[in-house]
């Protein structure tokens, strides 16, 4: 069976430690070329078949990427779908996101205006309140003025009556101490 080469698999092709690696003439010689190999039994030389050899590996190495992408390509091209769908809904969830948290904004800046409408009627009854003080201050030292000026006309009228009592009451002790000097 010299002729004969089966196809490069794991199986034929496994991992050896620096010695040649020999192609099974099939899978049921697998272990027989195996102990040979690694006994270094062999009836070629080390440098006969070298050529051979290399691009037998090479062809097995080949084969074995293809075979290897053939059965891992497929899992990850559906994982790259897979992430590039997830990429887009982040990339959906974040502007919703951030819709949102600029309605949050506006309803916090509402709640700001609220509270400053809030504090607005309340220094507004405020100013109501010292207006009506004021008011009333106003109306209370009006009375108290008019009152002053009551007080003031009625001291002064006082005055004035006192002044004209005294006056009578000289005139009178005048008129009275005069009549004594002219009888003598």
Known sequence: MPGRKCQPCLHCLGPSQGDKKALCLDKQDAATTRSISATGLSDTSPDEGLL?????????????????LSHYLPD?????????????????LLDTLEQ???????????????????????????????????LMLHEKTSKLKKRALKLQQKRQKEELEREQQREKEFEREKQLTAKLAKRT
Do not use: P, W
């Open 76 to 92: 990850l091209q559906r994982s790259k779908q897979a992430l590039q769908e997830l990429t887009q809904n982040q990339v959906v």
């Open 100 to 134: 949102e948290i600029s309605k949050f904004k506006e309803c916090h800046s509402m709640l700001d205006i609220n509270a400053l409408f809030t504090e607005a009627k309340h220094y507004h009854a405020k100013l109501v309140n010292i207006r009506k003080e004021m």
């Open 52 to 68: 051979e050899d290399l691009t037998v590996e090479d062809k097995a190495v080949e084969q074995l990427a293809e075979g290897l």
